[in-house]
């Protein structure tokens, strides 16, 4: 399984970066060997969609971050990645607090844990709630 970390670094010890879009490295690691692939990140326009894009080419079942853009949020929603909020803890540190679920899930682009309608990887199941039997 692989997981994506935005970081202030190429390693492990930095730090989660506390934006998406502005991260200087993501880095891929395959947790079950723990071997880690940085890939640095030069900020522009849309950048943070082609992060969002390397991020599912490197076929991650989880992101952890910081703020997403909604933009970002949209596509790796759609494609069914995880997203963590996890900003100013280690990579190590959050890796391990992921595995003990103790990290947020960030359900919006807002980056809360509160959902507002139907997330748009479950659009197909939206359920109206007005039928009546």
Not at 106 to 117: A, M, S, W
């Amino acid at each position: 399984m692989h997981i994506a970390i935005t970081a202030q670094s190429a390693d492990l010890n930095s730090l989660v970066f506390q934006e998406f879009a502005a991260t200087p490295f993501v880095l891929i690691v395959n947790v079950d060997t723990m071997n880690c692939t940085p890939i640095a990140h030069t900020c522009a326009p849309q950048s943070d969609e082609d992060l969002a894009r390397i991020i599912l080419e490197h076929n991650c079942e989880a992101v952890i971050t910081g703020k997403l853009t909604e933009a970002a949020f949209t596509l790796l929603a759609k494609n069914h990645v995880t997203r963590y909020a996890a900003a100013n803890m280690t990579a190590a540190y959050a890796l391990e607090a992921m595995e003990r679920r103790e990290l947020q899930l960030i359900r919006n682009p807002e980056g809360t844990d509160e959902c507002h309608g139907t997330p748009p990887e479950l659009d197909d199941l939206r359920v109206c709630s007005e039928h009546h039997h």
